[in-house]
């Protein structure tokens, strides 16, 4: 499964993004999938997670009300809707794939995408 992440830009605060990860292979619906991000001198963290079927979801308390993550299994695509961007929010943000449920811990997921960076600007 290869992962590739889109949608990332500059930002000013208060702004939106919507991030795109789309992933090739048959068995992207069956994965639980995260999105997490790394800031400069930070340790990567994890910032939403969803289950095969959409059905659960997981918010650090940083982005809970703001970001919203969801899927399409028909387009093997998942997306991360960020509102009311600040400035804390700059980072390299990273789509994973877990093949045996779904995580807030990154290691346990096996695909990685390769990253887009995040900027928000005041």
């Known amino acids: 499964v290869q992962l590739q992440a889109s949608g990332g830009g500059l930002v000013q605060s208060g702004g939106s993004l919507r991030l795109s990860c789309a992933a090739s292979g048959r068995t992207f619906r069956s994965y639980g999938m995260g999105w997490f991000r790394q800031a400069p001198g930070k340790e990567r963290e994890v910032v939403a997670a969803?289950?095969?079927?959409?059905?659960?979801?997981y918010y650090a308390d940083s982005v809970k009300g703001r970001f919203t993550i969801s899927r399409d299994n028909a387009k093997n695509t998942v997306y991360l809707q960020m509102n009311n961007l600040k400035l804390e929010d700059t980072a390299v943000y990273y789509c994973?794939?877990?093949?045996?449920?779904?995580?807030?811990?990154?290691?346990?997921?096996?695909?990685w995408g390769q990253g887009t960076q995040v900027t928000v600007s005041s």
């Open positions: 969803i289950n095969w079927s959409g059905g659960s979801t």
């Open positions: 994973a794939g877990d093949r045996a449920s779904w995580s807030t811990d990154a290691r346990h997921y096996d695909y």
